[in-house]
């Protein structure tokens, strides 16, 4: 299983998602993701210019902060900086398993 999805990160990274494919994906309006956008809480992929787009890492942010901001009522901002710092704990926890740590 480890492997496949490696491949679909793989692909993913490679073409990414559009803007109504996150949106579809994340059950929120395009214009949700947008006004994330344009707030500085979202960063499409920097190779593509034309159109944004969007990695695996993005599919996972935003999905933690729908729930964050659903479930707990968080404004955006504090969505953000929560799915920041999760973001920072799995980081942290691969390279603990990498060291062996874990």
Same mark, same amino acid.
């Given at each position: ?39 500085? &809480? ?6 593509? +210019?034309? =159109? ?6 993005? %599919?996972? /942010? ?15 901002? &504090? ?6 710092? +999760?973001? =920072? ?6 390279? %603990?398993? /990498?060291?062996?740590?874990?």
């Amino acid at each position: 299983m480890q492997q496949q999805d490696n491949l679909i990160d793989a692909v993913l990274e490679e073409s990414g998602l559009t803007l109504e494919q996150l949106a579809a994906l994340c059950a929120v309006e395009p214009e949700w993701l947008t006004r994330h956008i344009e707030e500085g &809480l979202l960063e499409p992929l920097p190779q593509h +210019q034309n =159109e944004w787009r969007f990695s695996s890492a993005s %599919l996972l /942010r935003v999905r933690r902060i729908v729930v964050l901001e659903r479930d707990f009522e968080a404004v955006p901002e &504090l969505a953000a900086l929560v799915a920041d710092m +999760q973001e =920072e704990i799995d980081t942290l926890r691969r390279r %603990l398993r /990498r060291a062996g740590l874990e």
